[in-house]
Structure formats: structure tokens, C-alpha cells
């Protein structure tokens, strides 16, 4: 057995500042000269590069649909037999998700910290805590964090109004100043924050003071062995994109790719216009939009995709990446973009959310899961080659094959079938 002090951090719904409760916490214990290892519920890409920032440690993700149980039991083991602290953020609210929230936490054995917004409201704060504790099978909430507090008065408000069986946990104030920026996918990527690590202190420096100064009680959990993959892509080197553009990938992708054999060397396609010496490429997801004037002049990239995907190897496109392979792209403004040109038809943006779930997709090469999360729609003559379907209610995405080139709005996590993955990359 192995012990480390662990909070899972939870909220009533999306928009409370489970992220940034997170991320303070992390960026203080961090400070305290603790090792901190910050693990995302769901798919999400952006909250783990705010987490990874914030502690100088991966940020990955744990999901008991798209990851599964198995993959967050022995990931949470791996953490704590080297850390001082485990953070869990969880996803939208305490009971959304299915599995909810409040199953992952009893199931892996995580105690709640609860963070609610109590920007408007006062002795309602331990209505709604009592509540999210006690429904239906309830919940392991310990602690509850007041986010966006107005004063000392409006705090000892929400103090006051706790139950005997939930403690306080303390509070932020509202400040503007510390707060992380967004924009359509969500936060902003932590890169393109300026001055993200001064915004973390002074979140930091706000928590400093409160209750959870202190570690949480340790957790015990079983030693767990690390899964072993066949190398299957042994002596294979494997181009990633990895720039502005092209930002969202999983750790446990990578860490994937190398268990597999597979040795990776990132490139960036709206930097370099060349492809490094490579047996495949990956193209992940990220924001083609913003960039598309750079792509589009990017005419030795474009090429060397070319070149690449006319030689028969395999090119894997998801969605940012999809996007950037068709032939054009098409801005809210109307504006029109040539993209690489390695698929027929345009991608189209659009103000509203155009997909969102989790997805599971049967190749030929095996079963995948992932997710999918865009605001732009494909115009394709191309017929689809397989279809990812979603794995709560109806809908998916359609995946496209020409050649070697598979490409699809949705994300896969490798982690789900290292096969399958090898397959898609050999």
C-alpha cells in the first residue's frame, strides 16, 4: 500500500472556479517546496495546461467512460508513490457527468472538497452544500470552498451557514486581476497567458492563510503494476505537431507512443516547412482558426504533407487537425483560407458548439474512445470511412480514410487500445 494526501475538487455546476481553486491550490503546495501531481476529470484540454503550469508537473486526465477505471486506478497510484499531494478537478457539476463526479469520488476513494460561487448568496451556501452531500447516494464532501466572496462579513456568512458535517474550508475574493482569461473552447491556452504565473500567485497568495494550507489526510492506495505494450511501433519515429495551433495532446498519448517503441519528434507546421525524417505524422487538435493566414502561407509544410501522405504513410488528423488538412477554412467573418489540401472539401467555423460527448469508434484496426468538442462543421464530398458514436445518447463524428490518412473530428485516447493505436500509426 501506498498513502498521499488527496482532494477531489468539485462544484454545483460549470463556472463556480473549480479551475482556478485548483490551480491556486497547486501553485501554493507547489511554493511550499510539495510535489503536486493535478489530475483533469473528462477530456479536457486546456484546465491541465493551466494545472501543469501551476505545479511544473503533467496534468493528465482520468474518466471512467473515456479512460476507464483500471487507467485511473493505476495512474492515481503511480502519482502517489511520488507525490506529496493529489488534486482531482472534477467535471461540469457534482452530478452531471455519468458516471457522475460523486461516483468517481466514491469509487476511487477521494474525499470532496466542494467549491461554490457565493457571489450572490449567503446562508443558501450551506443549503446547497447539505444538499450535494446528501442527495441520492451522496457524496464524500469534507470540505466547502467559497469562491468570489465580497468581504470578511459576506465569508463568515457562508461559514455560519455550514452543516456539523462539513467543514470550511475557506475563501477567495472576487479579483479580477487573478482571474484566468476564456475565449470559445474555454480557458485560454496557458501559453498565450502572459502573465499566467503572476495571476497563480496571487492566487496563491490568497489561499496562504486558509485551511487548506494544510495537507488533507492521506489516502491509501494499492501499488499497482504499469500496463506493458507489445512494441509494436519499435524503430518507428513518429512526427507530432506541437505549436500554438496544434496544442491539444494528452500526455498519456505520448507516454503511449513511446511504450509502444515508438520515438517521437514534434515539429511545428506554422514555423517549420519541412516534416523531420519520420515513419508517420500526427496531426492533434488546437486552434487552426486563429492561425489559418499562417498556415495558408506555409507552402513548404504543405508540400511535405503531400509528399508524405502520397508515399503511403500514415497521417493521423484530429480535429484542429482535420481542419488544417482540408482545402480551405472559412472564418465567421467569411474569409477563406487554403488549408494543406490532403482531403476534398472546407471546414466551415461557426458561433455555436457544433459537437461535444464522448465517442467510442470501431476500426478496422480496434476499438478507440475519445471525445469530440468543435464550433466549426465539414463540407466533404468524401464519403465516411467509419463512424464514432457517441457513448452517452445519439450522435458522433464521422471518420475519414484516404490511403493511409485517418482523420476525424474526434480526439482518441491511445490509452484505450495501445493496438489499435500502433495500427493506425504503422
Same mark, same amino acid.
Given at each position: 500500500?501506498?498513502?498521499?494526501?488527496?482532494?477531489?475538487?468539485?462544484?454545483?455546476?460549470?463556472?463556480?472556479?473549480?479551475?482556478?481553486?485548483?490551480?491556486?491550490?497547486?501553485?501554493?503546495?507547489?511554493?511550499?517546496?510539495?510535489?503536486?501531481?493535478?489530475?483533469?476529470?473528462?477530456?479536457?484540454?486546456?484546465?491541465?495546461?493551466?494545472?501543469?503550469?501551476?505545479?511544473?508537473?503533467?496534468?493528465?486526465?482520468?474518466?471512467?467512460?473515456?479512460?476507464?477505471?483500471?487507467?485511473?486506478?493505476?495512474?492515481?497510484?503511480?502519482?502517489?508513490?511520488?507525490?506529496?499531494?493529489?488534486?482531482?478537478?472534477?467535471?461540469?457539476?457534482?452530478?452531471?457527468?455519468?458516471?457522475?463526479?460523486?461516483?468517481?469520488?466514491?469509487?476511487?476513494?477521494? =474525499?470532496?472538497?466542494?467549491?461554490?460561487?457565493?457571489?450572490?448568496?449567503?446562508?443558501?451556501?450551506?443549503?446547497?452544500?447539505?444538499?450535494?452531500?446528501?442527495?441520492?447516494?451522496?457524496?464524500?464532501?469534507?470540505?466547502?470552498?467559497?469562491?468570489?466572496?465580497?468581504?470578511?462579513?459576506?465569508?463568515?456568512?457562508?461559514?455560519?451557514?455550514?452543516?456539523?458535517?462539513?467543514?470550511?474550508?475557506?475563501?477567495?475574493?472576487?479579483?479580477?486581476?487573478?482571474?484566468?482569461?476564456?475565449?470559445?473552447?474555454?480557458?485560454?491556452?496557458?501559453?498565450?497567458?502572459?502573465?499566467?504565473?503572476?495571476?497563480?500567485?496571487?492566487?496563491?497568495?490568497?489561499?496562504?492563510?486558509?485551511?487548506?494550507?494544510?495537507?488533507?489526510?492521506?489516502?491509501?492506495?494499492?501499488?499497482?503494476?504499469?500496463?506493458?505494450?507489445?512494441?509494436? @511501433?519499435?524503430?518507428?519515429?513518429?512526427?507530432?505537431?506541437?505549436?500554438?495551433?496544434?496544442?491539444?495532446?494528452?500526455?498519456?498519448?505520448?507516454?503511449?507512443?513511446?511504450?509502444?517503441?515508438?520515438?517521437?519528434?514534434?515539429?511545428?507546421?506554422?514555423?517549420?516547412?519541412?516534416? =523531420?525524417?519520420?515513419?508517420?505524422?500526427?496531426?492533434?487538435?488546437?486552434?487552426?482558426? @486563429?492561425?489559418?493566414?499562417?498556415?495558408?502561407?506555409?507552402?513548404?509544410?504543405?508540400?511535405?504533407?503531400?509528399?508524405?501522405?502520397?508515399?503511403?504513410?500514415?497521417?493521423?488528423?484530429?480535429?484542429?487537425?482535420?481542419?488544417?488538412?482540408?482545402?480551405?477554412?472559412?472564418?465567421?467573418?467569411?474569409?477563406?483560407?487554403?488549408?494543406?489540401?490532403?482531403?476534398?472539401?472546407?471546414?466551415?467555423?461557426?458561433?455555436?458548439?457544433?459537437?461535444?460527448?464522448?465517442?467510442?469508434?470501431?476500426?478496422?484496426?480496434?476499438?478507440?474512445?475519445?471525445?469530440?468538442?468543435?464550433?466549426?462543421?465539414?463540407?466533404?464530398?468524401?464519403?465516411?470511412?467509419?463512424?464514432?458514436?457517441?457513448?452517452?445518447?445519439?450522435?458522433?463524428?464521422?471518420?475519414?480514410?484516404?490511403?493511409?490518412?485517418?482523420?476525424?473530428?474526434?480526439?482518441?485516447?491511445?490509452?484505450?487500445?495501445?493496438?489499435?493505436?500502433?495500427?493506425?500509426?504503422?
Amino acid at each position: 500500500m501506498v498513502s498521499c494526501p488527496a482532494w477531489f475538487v468539485a462544484a454545483p455546476a460549470s463556472g463556480h472556479g473549480k479551475t482556478t481553486v485548483v490551480a491556486a491550490l497547486a501553485r501554493l503546495h507547489t511554493r511550499l517546496g510539495r510535489k503536486v501531481r493535478v489530475f483533469k476529470c473528462g477530456p479536457d484540454f486546456l484546465d491541465p495546461m493551466i494545472h501543469t503550469a501551476a505545479t511544473g508537473q503533467p496534468c493528465e486526465n482520468i474518466d471512467l467512460m473515456m479512460c476507464g477505471e483500471g487507467d485511473a486506478r493505476w495512474r492515481l497510484s503511480r502519482a502517489a508513490q511520488e507525490a506529496d499531494l493529489i488534486l482531482v478537478e472534477g467535471v461540469m457539476g457534482l452530478y452531471d457527468s455519468q458516471p457522475s463526479g460523486a461516483a468517481l469520488a466514491r469509487r476511487l476513494g477521494l =474525499p470532496i472538497l466542494l467549491v461554490i460561487d457565493a457571489s450572490a448568496m449567503g446562508g443558501s451556501f450551506g443549503a446547497i452544500a447539505w444538499g450535494l452531500k446528501h442527495y441520492r447516494e451522496g457524496a464524500p464532501i469534507v470540505q466547502a470552498f467559497a469562491n468570489h466572496v465580497g468581504s470578511e462579513f459576506h465569508a463568515r456568512l457562508c461559514l455560519e451557514s455550514l452543516p456539523e458535517d462539513i467543514q470550511w474550508a475557506g475563501h477567495l475574493p472576487r479579483d479580477a486581476e487573478a482571474a484566468l482569461p476564456e475565449r470559445h473552447l474555454g480557458l485560454l491556452p496557458a501559453a498565450e497567458i502572459a502573465d499566467l504565473m503572476a495571476r497563480l500567485d496571487r492566487l496563491a497568495d490568497a489561499l496562504a492563510d486558509s485551511p487548506l494550507a494544510k495537507l488533507p489526510p492521506a489516502i491509501d492506495r494499492a501499488v499497482l503494476p504499469a500496463p506493458t505494450f507489445p512494441p509494436l @511501433l519499435a524503430g518507428k519515429t513518429i512526427a507530432v505537431a506541437r505549436d500554438a495551433a496544434f496544442c491539444f495532446i494528452y500526455p498519456a498519448n505520448l507516454e503511449c507512443l513511446a511504450a509502444l517503441g515508438a520515438r517521437i519528434e514534434f515539429f511545428s507546421p506554422l514555423a517549420d516547412v519541412a516534416l =523531420p525524417t519520420c515513419d508517420a505524422v500526427w496531426l492533434p487538435g488546437g486552434y487552426p482558426e @486563429l492561425y489559418a493566414a499562417q498556415i495558408a502561407a506555409n507552402a513548404g509544410m504543405r508540400a511535405a504533407l503531400t509528399k508524405h501522405v502520397a508515399a503511403g504513410k500514415p497521417l493521423l488528423a484530429e480535429c484542429g487537425g482535420l481542419m488544417a488538412c482540408c482545402e480551405a477554412l472559412c472564418d465567421v467573418e467569411g474569409r477563406s483560407f487554403p488549408m494543406f489540401g490532403l482531403l476534398p472539401g472546407r471546414v466551415q467555423m461557426q458561433k455555436r458548439l457544433a459537437g461535444l460527448g464522448l465517442l467510442a469508434a470501431a476500426l478496422p484496426e480496434g476499438r478507440l474512445t475519445g471525445h469530440t468538442f468543435h464550433y466549426s462543421r465539414l463540407e466533404t464530398p468524401l464519403a465516411p470511412f467509419a463512424q464514432a458514436n457517441r457513448l452517452a445518447g445519439p450522435g458522433g463524428e464521422a471518420i475519414y480514410r484516404t490511403g493511409r490518412l485517418t482523420a476525424s473530428y474526434m480526439h482518441f485516447y491511445f490509452p484505450s487500445n495501445p493496438e489499435a493505436t500502433a495500427g493506425l500509426f504503422s
